[in-house]
C-alpha cells in the first residue's frame, strides 16, 4: 500500500529543515545493510552530527501531528529519521530492499514495516530523482511537492532515479506498525477513510456510523501486534 500525504511540514517549518541543512556535513556509505550499499550512491548526514538532532525532533513533532499518517501506517515505532542528498556524481540509489530489523538508540530492534520518504526540495529544483517503488500492481514513480511525504512496504523493490539537474534533499525513515500485515492495514486505512467522509455527512451520534466505528477499533483489536 503506498499512501501519500501532502504538508507533513508547513512553510515556516520546511524552511527551519532547510536552513539546519544548509549548514550540514555530508559523507557517503551510510546507514545501509551490505547488499544496499552496493546500490547506494548518494550523501548522508552522520550520526553523530550536532545538527542532527534538531533535524529529528523537527520532523518528528510534524509526524506526531498528522492524522493521516497515523491511520495510515499505525506506527507503534518509528526510527529517529536521517537525510540525504542526490546531486552531481552522488545522485542515485539503485534497486534494492530495505532491512528487516533495524535498531533504536537504546538498544531494542525495529521490524521495518513501514518505510518512507519526505520530499524537502521543490520538484521544479530538480531533474530526475523519482522515488520508483514496485508492487503487484507495477511501478510507481513518485515525486511530491517540499514537505509533502510517501510511505510503502519496507519489503517493496524499489530505488531513487538518478538526479541529472540540481539537488534532491529528502528526509527517510522505517516503521514498525502495530499491525504487522500490510493487507489488514490497507483496510484499517480504507475503513477510516470512509468513516471519516460518513462523519461529515451524517455527524458522530448516527448509530450506524457508532456501529462500524466499533467494528474498526475491534479490528484494530484483533490485529494488533505490538
Known amino acids: 500500500m503506498l499512501v501519500t500525504i501532502e504538508n507533513v511540514l508547513n512553510a515556516d517549518e520546511l524552511e527551519n529543515v532547510r536552513a539546519l541543512l544548509a549548514r550540514a556535513d555530508w559523507a557517503t556509505g551510510q546507514s545501509a545493510g551490505s547488499q544496499a550499499r552496493l546500490a547506494k550512491n548518494n550523501l548522508q548526514i552522520p550520526e553523530g552530527s550536532e545538527l542532527l538532532r534538531d533535524l529529528r525532533v523537527l520532523v518528528m513533532r510534524a509526524l506526531n501531528k498528522s492524522s493521516r499518517l497515523i491511520s495510515a501506517a499505525l506506527p507503534y515505532k518509528i526510527l529517529p529519521p536521517n537525510f540525504n542528498r542526490y546531486t552531481g556524481s552522488t545522485n542515485s540509489y539503485g534497486l534494492h530492499t530495505d532491512s528487516t530489523l533495524r535498531y533504536l538508540p537504546d538498544g531494542s530492534a525495529l521490524r521495518t514495516d513501514i518505510s518512507a520518504t519526505l520530499f524537502l526540495s521543490n520538484p521544479g529544483d530538480?531533474?530526475?530523482?523519482?522515488?520508483?517503488?514496485?508492487?503487484?500492481?507495477?511501478?510507481?514513480?513518485?515525486?511530491?511537492?517540499?514537505?509533502?511525504?510517501v510511505v510503502y512496504p519496507s519489503g517493496s523493490m524499489h530505488a531513487v532515479a538518478p538526479v541529472t539537474r540540481g539537488e534532491r534533499l529528502a528526509c527517510y525513515m522505517f516503521m514498525q506498525s502495530m499491525v504487522k500485515d500490510v493487507e489488514c492495514r490497507r483496510m484499517l486505512f480504507q475503513m477510516d477513510e470512509s468513516l471519516i467522509k460518513l462523519r461529515q455527512e451524517y455527524g458522530e451520534a448516527n448509530p450506524e456510523l457508532i456501529r462500524l466505528t466499533g467494528l474498526y477499533n475491534n479490528l484494530l483489536r484483533r490485529w494488533t501486534d505490538c
Open 126 to 149: 530538480y531533474d530526475g530523482g523519482e522515488l520508483v517503488v514496485e508492487d503487484t500492481y507495477g511501478e510507481h514513480r513518485v515525486k511530491l511537492n517540499a514537505g509533502s511525504l
